[in-house]
């Protein structure tokens, strides 16, 4: 990990902007949140902008700037494999662009690379980075990254949790970090919610050892929810043991599908490679699949299943 490089271009910029992917999940959230806090702990002098749609269903993470002109700056872009779905395309506008991700990679970007696709999230990497530089830290900044950690790993559960990505969450509670708040921040639900999910889980169809639940736009205004809501639902067919890959098919304003796919140990995104999707060994997603495609991906993952 390239720490002074990383510092170096830090320190050579009086604005930074720190973007993220669209549709946030919680270690996108996390990281850009997390790194913008500690930046501006330890760089007070310096603008720092946190950039993107405010559209997402966590309550926990302060709210994105608004700025119109950017001017010179240095951009740090997070959780981003491919550039098409980083939020806000003035990232480009960037005198220097430096890279965190955790993801197999897709488009090589920027001056700087920080990526380890063997990490379990972007949160547990810049923790790392922030416990290396040995300057000022706070439990804002570990609540924040910590929250990252705990969404992406699925509260330490699946196999990208590794004894790297326990010791960064062992640091930030060291920190300040408090677990059972962040637990219940993140993870209770609402009756709502748990009505929402119990609706998904009728509509649940299994075929070889793939489950899943195709939620059109008439199931979607049923429930009174949107495309953005439903992908939180993707866990409901977690945990069941003879469901060995489960997803979700959601159709969009413009009559395709985008899908969200999970497996327990059988490997996925190659699959989904193959649709023009793309993501993690067990946890990935496709767009733009039209019914004859979801028809054909659903047979192929039904297939695999079984292996």
Not at 2 to 28: M, W
Not at 78 to 102: F, G, P, V, W
Not at 147 to 167: M, N, V
Not at 203 to 217: E, N, T
Request: charged content about 25%; glycine content about 6%.
């Amino acid at each position: 990990m390239n720490k002074t490089k990383f510092l170096e271009y830090v320190e050579s910029f009086d604005k930074i902007c720190l973007f993220r992917h669209v549709q946030p999940d919680g270690d996108a959230l996390g990281s850009q949140v997390g790194l913008a806090k500690w930046l501006k702990l330890n760089y007070p002098e310096k603008e720092i902008l946190m950039l993107g749609s405010d559209l997402h269903n966590f309550t926990i993470y302060e709210p994105m700037d608004c700025v119109e002109e950017l001017g010179t700056f240095l951009a740090i872009v997070l959780d981003s494999a491919n550039q098409e779905r980083i939020d806000d395309q003035r990232y480009q506008e960037a005198k220097t662009i430096i890279k965190i991700d955790h993801h197999p990679e897709v488009d090589a970007y920027g001056d700087l690379q920080i990526v380890d696709s063997g990490r379990g999230s972007v949160c547990e990497i810049v923790a790392d980075l922030l416990h290396d530089l040995q300057m000022k830290m706070d439990e804002s900044v570990a609540n924040t990254l910590l929250s990252g950690i705990l969404t992406d790993t699925q509260k330490f559960s699946i196999e990208t949790t590794s004894s790297k990505t326990l010791r960064a969450a062992a640091w930030l509670m060291d920190e300040g970090a408090n677990i059972t708040k962040l637990n219940h921040a993140l993870f209770l639900r609402t009756r709502r919610n748990f009505e929402i999910n119990r609706e998904i889980q009728n509509h649940i169809q299994v075929k070889g050892a793939f489950a899943y639940v195709i939620i059109d736009q008439v199931l979607l205004d049923q429930m009174q929810i949107t495309e953005s809501d439903a992908k939180m639902f993707t866990g409901s067919m977690a945990g069941v043991r003879e469901f060995k890959i489960w997803g979700l098919f959601i159709q969009t304003e413009d009559g395709t599908f985008k899908a969200s796919l999970r497996s327990q140990n059988n490997t996925i995104n190659t699959i989904a490679q193959r649709y023009n999707g793309g993501g993690h060994r067990l946890a990935c997603g496709i767009k733009g699949l039209t019914h004859e495609t979801m028809d054909t991906l659903i047979n192929e993952l039904a297939e695999t299943s079984l292996l």
